[in-house]
């Protein structure tokens, strides 16, 4: 077993935590932060996998586009937690 | 419900007008609200009656919602992994392929003239799905554009106004000094990597879909960075709108003459080319560029529609 094999394996096994993490976790901002690292390893491993094709749009969908399409519509919907009344009710 | 949502349901009046007098009204502090909120609530939870009714509602409700996700979760993974367990090993030799995966891999270069044989897959074994899938994403876009555009006959002035006042002065970042800095370096880095994967889609990995889409990813830091007013000048509405309808049409006439001649064995008068070179692999240059066109507006059009209504200027 070479290091690429090691690489990849640890790349895996921390998609895979990212993945659960992603329906765990309780804040809507932490989750789509956590799925946009769960896409930039994907990237690094469809590069691994020889196929840069996917790997360039998974990187420019996956953790691009899409991050920002969530967070533009999470700041629409004042879940970002940026303003106070967020901020309180996290306290409480 | 309240009442005058439901004289609203009957068309009595606007509901907004009220949603926006309120909004305008000083009214009482915040804090006041607040407390008063605050109040009301712990009024409320801490009736026994009201405990003992959600703590039997969560019980049975998380229990049943546990087991019937964990549930779903080991069928999906099941059937996942069995289906990964009967493809081939990477690199392995020797794998049993069917007549079509072969046809593609020994005749794909003197048949489509394209060195990428992913890209003679996509734009000429099989570009009606190709034509299928950038319909779907300006179906995508239309569909996006008629929920949320706001225009003069979509909205009332004075929730324009709202709008303006509350939501973008709010949203913009727009002169962020860092992010324009940013956006200075690498906005044409971006763009340029992006032009190059779209006009080497037959050559090199990539093609229409990341190219575009690597385009639209540049439109949008340009359009955070420097604001909407920038964009405005250049990229309005209509001409994205011309833009994408050149490009589908652009497509389907290519496409239609190709599977015209081909389907009644004419003659094709698109040169090949050879084979490496920038001007070759026929159709497949032109179609790239088109697909790539239309991906580019329709993610920088989803950002524009989800940020503030509308694409460009009107």
């Not at chain 1, 196929?51 to 967070?71: N, Q």
């Not at chain 2, 006439?253 to 003659?267: C, I, P």
């Amino acid at each position: 077993m070479d290091l690429t094999e090691i690489f990849k394996i640890l790349i895996m096994i921390v998609m895979i935590i990212c993945a659960i993490a992603t329906n765990l976790t309780k804040k809507l901002l932490t989750t789509v932060i956590i799925f946009m690292s769960y896409s930039s390893l994907m990237c690094i491993l469809w590069i691994l996998l020889e196929s840069p094709d996917l790997a360039i749009t998974e990187a420019a969908v996956g953790a691009g586009v899409t991050t920002i399409l969530f967070l533009v519509t999470l700041k629409k919907l004042g879940h970002t937690g940026g303003n106070e009344e967020e901020k309180e009710a996290g306290h409480e | 419900m309240n009442e005058s949502f439901l004289r609203w349901l009957d068309g009595d009046d606007s509901y907004f007008d009220q949603v926006l007098d309120n909004s305008f009204d000083e009214g009482p502090s915040r804090e006041t609200v607040k407390a008063e909120r605050k109040a009301m609530m712990s009024a409320i939870v801490h009736t026994p009656r009201h405990r003992r009714a959600v703590a039997a509602g969560n019980r049975t409700m998380r229990y049943l919602y546990y087991v019937v996700a964990v549930l779903s979760a080991v069928i999906l993974i099941g059937v996942l992994l069995f289906c990964v367990s009967g493809l081939p090993r990477y690199g392995q030799e020797n794998v049993r392929t069917n007549e079509v995966v072969e046809r593609y891999i020994e005749h794909g270069l003197e048949e489509t003239g394209a060195v990428n044989t992913v890209a003679g897959m996509i734009l000429d074994y099989r570009a009606f799905d190709t034509l299928g899938e950038s319909n779907v994403l300006f179906t995508a876009l239309i569909c996006v554009t008629i929920l949320l555009r706001r225009d003069r006959k979509n909205m009332d002035t004075r929730l324009e106004d709202y709008y303006r006042i509350v939501q973008d002065r709010y949203f913009d970042t727009s002169g962020d000094e860092i992010l324009q800095g940013v956006g200075m370096v690498l906005v044409p880095c971006i763009f340029l990597f992006g032009i190059y994967i779209l006009l080497n889609g037959h050559l090199s990995p990539g093609g229409g879909f990341s190219g575009g889409a690597v385009m639209g990813a540049a439109m949008i830091i340009f359009c955070g960075a420097f604001g909407f007013d920038r964009v405005d000048r250049v990229f309005t509405r209509r001409l994205s709108g011309w833009i994408t309808f050149a490009a589908l049409s652009f497509y389907c006439m290519a496409k239609g003459y190709v599977f015209f001649t081909g389907a009644n064995h004419l003659e094709n008068h698109i040169p090949k080319g050879t084979p490496g070179a920038i001007l070759s692999a026929g159709l497949i240059l032109p179609l790239d560029l088109a697909v790539g066109i239309v991906v580019a507006c329709t993610m920088f059009g989803f950002y524009s529609l989800f940020r503030r209504g509308s694409i460009g200027g009107n």
